[in-house]
């Protein structure tokens, strides 16, 4: 993504010897370059550019940075003010309507929703109320199924309105409705007019639209129109993962003054996250955002029931990796884990280990299966004919043996840097850091 060579500009600024005008000039022209090319509004581009020189050449080093934190203090501020308000929606009881055109992702963002409420002990449900696209029932009830959500859907009635009437009536005890509505490749008088019924009878505490972040600029176009026909209060960003163009749905928002809800940034049901504007500048410039990263540990190790205490005693052995690999195997690819910490704390990590999946996950516990005691509890004995053993034993090959030794080693150094660092490694430790 065009926006990730903000991290670029970030290290250059730490990394430094001296910072002059000629050096924030050019700071300032790789910024701009990395909004342009992520589809920020060129307006926007020059209010954030402009402010950032500004005050990178007037004002005076606060005394407790020195001049390339202050810098990067500055970038990230104006970034911040760039990207606008984050919309916090609390764990109560509220009805959510999802609006948006056709291809932006609604029903499965209407899954992702109702799974992040549900993982939040709120008792939720989600309705189909899409009768257009032919395949959007059986989609939601099988998302939801997979999920272990509660589905309300009347399979081949067309009357939308009917369908959501009949879901209050029987989802009156669930704390949050979360109700899919039909999308169109355009936003025509006919869909409007569905949505303002729909809205009439749901009551909405929240109106949230979805659009898909490969559109670029023209979210600025969709965003207006569903705003002035149903007035939305919030939005929700999909596929932010996969596109240079990601940077026009967040300049969309600011411009009319919506704030956003959430992001997605994959597929799966765990690459969906509440945005806080504060944590997404800092992953976008390499300052990690520990405060996710720390709230979704704790989420899963409270569902494993784990034992943080257990992983700041004695030795990090590959014992720890493979007690934690299930609770790792939740909090989703090793990548976006890095993400969250300060420039990767400094570290060089192969992407074999970026790149860690819950299928390579699975096999290293089948080679551990196939190691000794001793071998789990000192990987240090493990020598080219021990891994020979092991890979035979466990039916896999030396190469990846060694994967899982270089991994353990990642991790290793990783609570090494953290302790280093005084960072909050005692969150990390429920997860074998």
């Known amino acids: 993504m065009a926006l990730e060579s903000l991290k670029e500009v970030a290290r250059k600024i730490a990394g430094s010897s001296s910072i002059d005008k000629k050096f924030v000039e050019e700071m300032i022209k790789e910024i701009q370059r990395a909004l342009i090319k992520a589809d920020i509004n060129v307006r926007q581009v020059k209010e954030i550019s402009d402010a950032i020189k500004k005050r990178a050449l007037s004002e005076d080093v606060l005394p407790a940075l020195n001049a390339k934190e202050q810098i990067l203090k500055i970038v990230y501020e104006e970034l911040l003010r760039g990207v606008g308000e984050g919309l916090e929606i609390p764990l109560k009881k509220a009805k959510i309507m999802l609006v948006g055109l056709q291809g932006s992702g609604k029903t499965t963002t209407t899954a992702k929703m109702a799974k992040y409420f549900k ?98 600029q023209l979210a600025s176009k969709q965003a207006e129109a569903f705003h002035n026909a149903i007035g939305i209060n919030g939005i929700i960003i999909t596929k932010f993962d996969g596109t240079a163009k990601g940077g026009g749905a967040l300049s969309a928002a600011r411009q009319i003054g919506i704030p956003i809800a959430f992001i997605g940034t994959g597929e799966k049901v765990e690459d969906f996250e509440r945005f806080d504007p504060a944590g997404f500048v800092s992953r976008l410039l390499g300052m990690g955002d520990i405060k996710a990263l720390m709230e979704k540990i704790e989420r899963i190790a409270s569902e494993e029931e784990l034992d943080p205490e257990a992983f700041l005693k004695g030795t990090f052995t590959l014992k720890d990796i493979y007690k934690q690999i299930e609770a790792m195997n939740k909090m989703g690819p090793v990548r976006k884990i890095f993400e969250m910490l300060p420039f990767g704390l400094g570290m060089k990590v192969d992407d074999d280990v970026m790149d860690m999946t819950q299928e390579k996950m699975k096999r290293f516990k089948v080679i551990m299966d196939s190691m000794t005691e001793e071998e789990l509890l000192n990987p240090k004995i493990i020598d080219s004919s021990r891994i020979r053993r092991i890979a035979i034993g466990s039916g896999t090959s030396p190469q990846e043996v060694k994967e899982l030794l270089t991994y353990y080693k990642t991790m290793k150094n990783l609570m090494k840097k953290m302790k280093k660092n005084k960072l909050p490694i005692k969150g990390l430790g429920k997860l074998g850091f």
Not at 159 to 172: H, T
């Open 119 to 216: 993982d939040r002990g709120m008792k939720v449900a989600v309705v189909a109320a899409d009768t257009w696209r032919p395949a959007a029932y059986e989609q939601l009830k099988q998302l939801a199924v997979e999920y272990g959500i509660t589905f309300y859907g009347e399979k081949g009635e067309k009357d939308a309105v009917k369908i959501v009437k009949n879901a209050l009536e029987r989802l009156k005890d669930y704390d949050m409705l979360i109700v899919d509505t039909a999308g169109r490749h355009a936003l025509e008088d006919e869909l409007i007019e569905e949505m303002v019924k729909i809205a009439e009878v749901l009551k909405p505490d929240y109106k949230l639209l979805v659009l898909d972040a490969a559109i670029g």
